[in-house]
């Protein structure tokens, strides 16, 4: 989708973006108060922002809605952001994410990384899909490709629950594993045809969520 999911509730500031194939979620906490807010903003109007803060290096922004509720106002330092707001229903995304854990692994988020680049390039002619199989302390990723035949890499790490076999296009899982800011990761399965939960290990609030390719 083009709008991010940005709502203040209950003492917690939520963002949400999805595609429909993967969901990206940041929580962080703020002093308890009474505001309520929730809008769904433009994918374009948090680049901008994102570009002033880095150049004005801003370490505070304010927000607020019109009375109508149609547009969104940022605060930055002397600068200030308006946007409209994109209208219609954001997703129930709480329901995508998983409940019932079946398997976790905590992994090195670098030899994963790597794992998973090399998977790409035998992948990538084969519908990107890279096969994840769980063994008690081995996650082991595999593809195949017609012309340079297929690849297997075992990687070490603290694997738990039941062994199972999950496939994922490979540009979502590597855009999920780049995106996380910690050295390990964790990934928690919930069946083999169900959404994987992928989050930094010592950062609380952020999670993504991939869902499956099905397996011919």
């Known amino acids: 989708m083009t709008g991010i999911l940005t709502e203040v509730s209950n003492g917690k500031l939520d963002f ?3 595609d429909g194939f993967r969901l990206a979620h940041r929580r962080f906490e703020l002093p308890k108060g009474k505001e309520q807010f929730k809008s769904l903003i433009p994918r374009r109007t948090f680049e901008e922002l994102l570009r002033i803060m880095a150049e004005e290096e801003v370490e505070e922004v304010s927000i607020a809605t019109s ?4 547009q969104v106002v940022f605060k930055l330092g002397n600068t200030i952001v308006s946007s409209r707001l994109i209208e219609g229903q954001f997703p129930a995304w709480e329901k995508i994410i998983p409940e019932k854990i079946v398997a976790r692994a905590m992994i090195g988020k670098e ?5 998973s680049k090399l998977a790409a390039i035998f992948a990538k002619n084969e519908a990107n899909v890279v096969v994840l199989t769980t063994k008690k302390g081995i996650l082991k990723l595999e593809s195949h490709a017609k012309e340079l035949g297929s690849q297997e890499n075992e990687i070490e790490g603290e694997i738990e629950g039941e062994e199972l076999k ?3 296009n490979t540009k979502f899982l590597l855009d999920a594993i780049s995106s996380v800011p910690s050295t390990q990761i964790m990934i928690e399965f919930s069946g083999a045809l169900s959404a994987a939960l992928i989050k930094p290990v010592g950062v609380e609030g952020l999670e993504y969520i991939v ?5 011919s």
Do not use: D, G, S
């Open 67 to 70: 009375k109508n509720q149609n």
């Open 211 to 215: 869902m499956p390719v099905r397996l």
């Open 166 to 168: 999950i496939a994922f």
């Open 16 to 18: 949400v973006a999805t």
């Open 111 to 115: 030899e994963l990384l790597k794992a």
